[in-house]
C-alpha cells in the first residue's frame, strides 16, 4: 500500500503548482484525522450529537467571517445550492459515518472513503459527458478498485470482522462526497468558501440540534472525559472549518477530480492512526482489499 501511496502522491506532485500539492497534502492529513477523533468521540457521546457539536463549532467561525467578508449575500442568492451542499456532503454523510463507526473500525472507515474518485469519475462521464476519465488505464482502476472493495467486504463479513451493512453505508456516504464538490464547483464558483462551508454547517446543526438536544443532557451528566471534549473541538475546527475552506481552495487550484485524490493521504492516515493508538486488527479482507483498492486510485490518477 505504502509504495503505491508514495508513488501516486510523486505523480500527482509532478502535475500541479506547489501551492496545489500544498493544499492537497493538508487537506488530504485533516480528513485522515476525523475517523480517529470520532472512534473517540462516540466512547462518550451520540452520533446526533458529535455531528451537531462539529457543524455547530465550525459554523461559530465561519459564519461571522462570511458575514463580514459580504460572502453572506452571494450565499442567500445561491441557497438552494448551498442547501443541497449541506445535505449531500454533510447531512447525510456524516451521520452515515459516524453511526458506522460503532459497528467497524475508524481505519475500514476512512479506507472505504478513498472510493470517492470512482464515484466522481464514473459520475462526471454519465452527467458530464467527460470521457478523458474513461481511457483504458483510469477505467481499469476504477475496476480493480471495486473489486478491491467487493473482496474486502466479502472476506471480512464472511469471516464476521464486519459488518455488511454499515460498510454500504459508508460508501453510500462516498457518493455523496463525490457528488457535493463536483455540483458546488459547477454551480457556485463565484461563492466565498467561507460562506458556503459556513451557512452549509449552521444548516446541518439546525437540522441536528433537536435530536442532540435529547442526548446531550445526560452525556453532560455522565461527565465525558477531556479526550471526548477535544475529540469535539478537533472534528469542529480542523477536521470540518479548516478542512473544507483548504478542499475548496484545492478544488479550485487543480479540480474536483484530482483534489478527490487526497484519499491517497487521508486513507494512509486513517489506517495508520486506527492501528497504532486504538489497536484495530488488520483483517484478511484488509490485507486483500487495501492493495487492490489503492492500486485503483494510483491508475485512476493517470491520464
Excluded at 484488509?286 to 492500486?295: A, E
Amino acid at each position: 500500500m505504502y509504495w503505491a501511496f508514495e508513488t501516486g502522491v510523486i505523480q500527482y506532485a509532478r502535475q500541479v503548482s506547489r501551492r496545489g500539492l500544498v493544499l492537497f497534502l493538508l487537506t488530504g492529513v485533516f480528513w485522515g484525522l476525523p475517523y480517529f477523533f470520532i472512534a473517540i468521540a462516540l466512547d462518550s457521546f451520540s452520533t446526533p450529537t458529535i455531528v451537531f457539536a462539529r457543524t455547530f463549532i465550525g459554523a461559530l467561525v465561519l459564519v461571522p467571517y462570511a458575514i463580514m467578508t459580504g460572502a453572506a449575500k452571494k450565499v442567500l442568492k445561491a441557497w438552494p445550492y448551498v442547501l443541497l451542499f449541506a445535505a449531500l456532503e454533510m447531512v447525510g454523510p456524516w451521520f452515515l459515518i459516524t453511526e458506522a463507526e460503532k459497528y467497524i473500525s475508524s481505519g475500514l472507515a476512512g479506507l472505504l472513503i478513498s472510493t470517492v474518485p470512482f464515484f466522481a469519475v464514473a459520475i462526471l462521464a454519465l452527467v458530464f459527458k467527460d470521457r478523458t476519465a474513461l481511457r483504458p488505464i483510469p477505467l481499469a482502476g476504477m475496476v480493480i478498485g471495486f473489486a478491491g472493495v467487493i473482496a474486502l467486504v466479502g472476506i471480512d463479513s464472511f469471516l464476521g470482522h464486519a459488518e455488511p451493512l454499515w460498510i454500504g453505508a459508508v460508501v453510500l456516504a462516498a457518493v455523496g462526497y463525490a457528488i457535493a464538490p463536483i455540483m458546488a464547483n459547477n454551480k457556485m464558483t463565484d461563492v466565498p468558501t467561507s460562506g458556503v462551508i459556513g451557512f452549509s454547517m449552521a444548516i446541518v446543526a439546525a437540522i441536528y440540534a433537536i435530536p442532540a438536544a435529547f442526548e446531550i443532557p445526560a452525556e453532560i451528566a455522565a461527565q465525558p472525559p477531556i479526550e471526548g471534549w477535544i475529540a469535539l473541538l478537533v472534528l469542529g475546527l480542523i477536521c470540518s472549518a479548516l478542512a473544507f475552506v483548504l478542499f475548496f481552495e484545492l478544488i479550485r487550484e487543480i479540480g474536483p477530480v484530482k483534489a478527490s485524490l487526497i484519499t491517497y493521504v487521508n486513507t494512509a492516515v486513517a489506517l495508520l492512526l486506527g492501528t497504532l493508538f486504538l489497536s484495530e486488527p488488520v483483517t484478511p479482507g484488509l490485507l486483500i482489499g487495501i492493495p487492490m483498492i489503492t492500486l485503483g486510485l494510483y491508475l485512476s490518477a493517470k491520464k
